[in-house]
């Protein structure tokens, strides 16, 4: 999405610009690509949200919705449609995008800001640059060039040069698969979530010729999931509706003791009967006040309010008490049906996600054996779970499992494979803690020790948490101004999209390329300085940590804060025609992509482009 919206807005301003996008796979749409597509894999956004402004989604046909969510493919064909759709100076977006190709290192070759037209780009799984192979020699005489770009494709190796560099990887490229004492001695099939939608189908047709060759009733076919996120809901759910050889197949939920707990899910119809879903009774501006974060200012009087005040405070703490019995209720974790499958083990820590099947929880609550136990080791055909560390001495054994297929839904390396550690950690990537380098620790470590009472005296509700259980941060924060610059960069070169979690990238992709464009065009002119834009990266660093807890320790955590974050980003570019419903509407409509449908043309006449 971030690598398509970036080529998208850079050439709706520079048409004849020799933009270059890399792309690591073969096709395009990352997360909604149609590799990673498989039976019964729905959205978790809504219809009119889940598109970009300048090219409306056709919905799918009424029977396949459920509340607005729906399969996923249909993305994958939109995105598909949409890169061959746009085009300038004669090509589309898809004629600009190297398939294939692996960004093998990136390396800065001039310490001086250049006023080229060329840009580069990243993609959903590599980077996109601008600039052309053909091109090289005559860049590389160029004193303006930043960045050489060495792909490989093919198994040849490529070099580019660029004055302009927007990475696009974002947070769903690299799998992060744990380490499990006896992994080697495991002699089943392992894959990560990612690839999924390849296996799957792989997986039924191994399980119809195991059928055919044997006895039936001989014939169990064991999988394990290992992971906590949405991820593993969406591979249980499938795991449990693929029809063949149904009841021949054991489904086990493996979510560690001692991490951050289950995703919990939203449910799918509003609380009011003003909006379609619950996504749409979610991103609005009104609810948005609700909500402690310290992204756009217009409507600073609602937030002060509900906010700064203790009765504002003592009112938004009921409403959310209340939404949060509510959820807990109407998914009812402690269902009869699921008793004997531990069903309860899905009660959750924190909600982040969206219950977009009307069968989701029944059908694992029957189908699917839920654990909330660590896990011991792997052997050749099983895994061990430890004891639960309930409190009771003695009372429960270790559990071994049978597993034939063991799908990890582990979610993503936060780590760069376009530059070492030292130089992304001087950047404001995130990098492991023990590859930061200690003096740029030190430094961010004094900013944030600041900042964390300013962001307590802003929302003094953050100073008092819920229970939970900490756990040690293995890396260092994202570290990036407005979450995509380089804080320490004056050169106006790169951009990192992407670099978050978010309820809707849809919107923050639009939001993020638009900004980023502007910011390697120079032409941000209230741009604070050096030493503001980082006590300003603290702030928003120690106020995720103090929202989000665990899940804010990498700075990148926003995940409920979509709207305020995109107002924020047009408010510093001075625009304001995706607020155009009126005060009231402005305030309780939902934010459809289709608000943001004017922001290029104002952008543009606003520069005098």
């Known amino acids: 999405l971030y690598g398509i919206q970036a080529a998208r807005y850079y050439l709706d301003i520079h048409p004849d610009a020799k933009l270059l996008l890399l ?13 990673r597509m498989y039976a019964d894999f729905y959205t978790q956004t809504p219809v009119k949200m889940a598109e970009f402004s300048d090219r409306p989604m056709t919905p799918p046909p009424a029977e396949e919705q459920y509340y607005g969510f729906f399969p996923g493919h249909y993305t994958t064909a939109y995105l598909e449609a949409y890169v061959n759709n746009h085009t300038y100076a004669g090509q589309t977006i898809r004629d600009r995008i190297i398939f294939s190709s692996t960004v093998d290192r990136v390396v800065k070759t001039s310490p ?4 080229s037209s060329s840009s580069s780009s990243s993609s959903s799984s590599s980077s996109t640059t601008t600039g052309k192979e053909e091109d090289k020699e005559k860049e590389s005489s160029s004193p303006a060039q930043q960045w050489t770009i060495t792909y490989n494709t093919n198994n040849t190796t490529h070099q580019i040069q660029t004055s302009k560099l927007i990475d696009a990887t974002g947070m769903t490229s690299q799998p992060q698969i744990p380490h499990l004492p006896g992994s080697s001695a495991f002699r089943g ?6 690839s999924f939608g390849q296996q799957q189908p792989l997986l039924l047709k191994e399980e119809e010729e195991e059928e055919e060759e044997e006895d039936p009733s001989s014939v169990r076919r064991h999988i394990c999931i290992v992971g906590g996120a949405k ?4 591979v249980a759910y499938a795991c449990a509706k693929a029809p063949a050889a149904a009841e021949r197949r054991e489904i086990h939920w493996v979510i560690r003791e001692d991490g951050n707990g289950p995703s919990a899910f939203f449910a799918a119809p509003a609380m009011s009967e003003r909006y379609a879903n619950s996504n749409e009774g979610f991103y609005n501006r009104f609810l948005a006040a609700f909500l402690p974060n310290r992204f756009a200012r217009r409507w600073g009087w609602l937030k002060w309010l509900l906010q700064g005040t203790r009765l504002g405070r003592w009112y938004v703490q009921r409403l959310w008490d209340g939404f949060d019995k509510g959820l807990r209720g109407f998914h009812d974790y402690q269902r009869e049906e699921g008793k004997e499958m531990g069903f309860a083990n899905l009660e959750y820590d924190t909600p982040s996600a969206v219950a977009n099947h009307p069968d989701l929880l029944s059908t694992i609550a029957k189908n699917v054996h839920v654990h909330r136990r660590n896990i011991s080791h792997l052997s050749e055909d099983s895994i061990t779970l430890d004891p639960r560390n309930n409190g009771s001495s003695g009372a429960e054994k270790p559990l071994t499992i049978p597993v034939d297929v063991l799908v990890y ?9 376009l530059f070492p550690p030292h130089e992304a950690g001087r950047m404001g990537l995130s990098v492991p803690l023990k590859d930061a380098d200690p003096q740029t620790q030190a430094h961010w470590q004094q900013l944030e020790t600041a900042a964390d009472p300013l962001i307590l005296a802003q929302f003094p509700m953050l100073k008092y948490p819920p229970a939970y ?4 941060p293995r890396q260092t924060p994202f570290r990036l101004y407005k979450a995509m610059a380089p804080p320490a960069d004056d050169t106006h070169s790169i951009v990192f999209l992407g670099k978050m979690v978010v309820g809707n990238n849809f919107r923050t992709a639009e939001a993020q390329a638009l900004w980023a464009v502007a910011y390697l065009d120079g032409r941000i002119r209230d741009l604070p300085t050096r030493m503001r834009r980082e006590q300003e990266v603290a702030e928003t660093v ?7 807890l665990n899940k804010g320790e990498l700075g990148s955590w926003f995940y409920y804060d979509v709207v305020d974050y995109a107002d924020m980003l047009y408010e510093h570019l001075g625009l304001s025609s995706h607020r155009q419903k009126g005060f009231v509407g402005n305030l309780m409509e939902p934010c459809f992509a289709a608000d943001l449908r004017a922001l290029g043309d104002e952008y543009k006449q606003k520069y005098r482009i």
């Open 23 to 35: 792309e690591s796979d073969d096709v395009v749409g990352g997360t909604w690509s149609s590799k």
């Open 469 to 472: 259980r900490k756990l040690e």
């Open 112 to 115: 001086s800001s250049s006023s």
């Open 542 to 548: 120690a106020w995720d940590r103090r929202r989000y």
């Open 409 to 417: 839904c582990t979610g993503w390396s936060a780590n760069s494979t």
């Open 189 to 194: 099939k392992t894959l990560h979530h990612k």
């Open 231 to 234: 991820s593993a809901a969406d």
